[in-house]
């Protein structure tokens, strides 16, 4: 059972570029999380989704960031117009149940933003 | 607000040695507590998950204690190995994971 895909592993925008980032769950999940550690910080959440549904999006950004988990497909987080502030790893975790119940959530390898 | 704080910030300790990493949370409502280890510009992987009904877990060398009324979890590691110098984080699930800002351990032969 492949674990958390998240691709790309690294990503370089240039200011005002959009980015992309895409995260396979693992198999059999349907609960989707986004969390973004800035350098020399800590992880923060950023979103919770389940199939084709946001659940809690209380740590995202009021602009120019989006997320979307589609009945088919990765889930992916859209960056547009990206700025410094933006470098970052980018986390996705995943789990079978609802986070609300205490699951437990799989990590992915991160993508590794970069804004030029 | 949910806070959750991670003592010390940084160790640096001989090979051998048993340590003791601190995690401390200000709401005892959480579901689970999970410890995780980071390596530089890596991922998270996952050591220990201590369910809110229970007071602790081991895996190997690792120990996780849990004391939900008092809001503080500890992470034991018993003769420590330079293959441990990483970053530990600490993180309460309460239906999403809210991180500490780890601990930055570091073992010397």
């Known amino acids: 059972n492949a674990g958390v895909m998240q691709n790309p592993r690294h990503l370089v925008r240039r200011r005002g570029q959009e980015a992309r980032l895409r995260c396979s769950p693992m198999?059999?999940?349907?609960?989707v999380y986004w969390y973004r550690q800035l350098p020399e910080e800590g992880l923060k959440f950023m979103v919770y989704l389940q199939k084709e549904n946001i659940i809690d999006e209380s740590g995202m950004p009021k602009e120019r960031f989006s997320a979307e988990f589609p009945k088919e497909g990765p889930s992916i987080l859209r960056i547009q117009q990206v700025v410094r502030g933006d470098s970052a790893a980018y986390f996705c975790?995943?789990?079978?149940?609802?986070?609300?119940?205490?699951?437990?959530?799989?990590f992915g390898p991160g993508t590794r933003l970069t804004v030029l | 607000k949910q806070e959750v704080t991670q003592i010390p910030a940084a160790l640096s300790v001989p090979e051998g040695e048993n340590l003791v990493l601190n995690c401390s949370f200000t709401?005892?409502?959480?579901?689970?507590l999970q410890w995780f280890r980071q390596d530089p510009g890596k991922g998270l992987t996952s050591l220990l998950l201590?369910?809110?009904?229970?007071r602790e877990q081991t895996s190997g060398r690792l120990n996780a204690s849990l004391d939900k009324s008092s809001g503080r979890s500890t992470l034991y590691i018993a003769a420590s190995q330079p293959g441990d110098s990483a970053t530990y984080l600490c993180a309460i699930n309460t239906d999403k994971l809210i991180f500490g800002t780890g601990t930055r351990l570091q073992v010397f032969p």
């Open positions: 198999k059999g999940h349907s609960h």
């Open positions: 975790a995943s789990s079978p149940l609802p986070g609300g119940q205490g699951n437990e959530q799989f």
């Open positions: 201590i369910q809110s009904s229970q």
């Open positions: 709401d005892s409502a959480i579901y689970n």
